[in-house]
């Protein structure tokens, strides 16, 4: 283990552990006492790293509020507020969409669907701007205040830098904003096809934030829109069952991947 602080390698094991039994250690360098969560985000927290994301990720993985997930740790022997839970997911929410979006960056199709769906903040109606590839992957989201030709091209640049790389198809719906900001910012290769019939594909994949947010009855502040529905979108294309074509697997080997991606994700974000 390397300091945290001086990057020195010089570091002594201590016998004893926190109060919640992560191990101390002795840095010879700086001579700083450390332990395995100092440097990390979570090295102030009164709780093991593992409950703090389990919350987090309960939160966007399901239809619960802040006091149903305060009610499951409850039933785990943690005692936490549902304002604990809701500042939780300020903190680490970020972390878990950096993290997945960063995993998957280069991989995606070359044929992309665009679309928004409308999204309630603060008694207002926002636009959350989406994009799937042809086989259901999501290249990227955005919750924007205004639906113009300036949020159509930022969206554009948000996805030119995740992808990597440029699409073949764009296929959007029929407004008016998304044609010069594809013909400027993709550059004129790219086939626009801008029927309506076509952007099924995208419309339907709309459904899934759609049935989580409606419980939630909007959102109060534009920042804490943003944050949800981007680590919502990229927890759910982490976690999704991606066979190509038409394959099917059994539902025993569905728990199996989904438990695999989930020790995963828990053991990158806790490192």
């Known amino acids: 283990m390397a300091c945290p602080h001086c990057q020195s390698k010089s570091v002594a094991k201590r016998r004893r552990r926190t109060a919640l039994g992560y191990r101390i250690y002795f840095c010879n360098s700086c001579r700083r006492q450390i332990n395995e969560r100092t440097g990390t985000p979570f ?11 389990l919350a987090v990720l309960w939160r966007l993985r399901y239809k619960l509020g802040f006091r ?13 507020s549902y304002e604990t ?9 970020p972390l878990v969409s950096s993290n997945l979006r960063t995993r998957r960056r280069g991989y995606a199709g070359r044929s992309w669907y665009l679309d928004e769906t409308y999204v309630k903040v ?5 636009y959350l701007y989406r994009a799937i590839d042809r086989d259901g992957t999501l290249l990227d989201s955005m919750l924007s205040e205004k639906r113009d030709k300036y949020a159509a091209r930022r969206f554009l640049r948000r996805l030119l830098d995740c992808v990597d790389q440029r699409p073949l198809r764009v296929t ?5 904003s998304y044609t010069k900001a594809i ?9 626009h096809r801008h029927n309506r019939y076509l952007n099924n594909r995208i419309e339907q994949n709309h459904r899934h934030i759609k049935q989580r947010y409606y419980p939630m009855l909007g959102f109060k502040r534009f920042e804490s829109a943003s944050r ?19 394959q099917t697997t059994t539902a025993s080997n569905k728990r199996e991947m989904f438990r695999a991606k989930w020790s995963t994700l828990m053991a990158e974000l806790s490192v």
Do not use: M, S
Not at 68 to 80: K, T
Not at 85 to 91: H, P, V
């Open 68 to 80: 149903d997930v305060a009610e499951l740790l409850l039933q785990r022997g943690f005692v936490v």
């Open 228 to 246: 949800f529905c981007t680590a919502f979108d990229e927890l759910r294309n982490y976690l999704r069952d991606k066979r190509p074509g038409d």
């Open 122 to 126: 603060g008694g207002r109606w926002c």
């Open 85 to 93: 839970i809701r500042t939780w997911e300020f903190r680490f929410a």
């Open 43 to 53: 090295n102030d927290l009164q709780f093991p790293t593992d409950v703090v994301l």
């Open 183 to 191: 013909r400027w910012i993709v550059g004129r290769k790219a086939l």
């Open 172 to 176: 959007t719906d029929k407004h008016a």
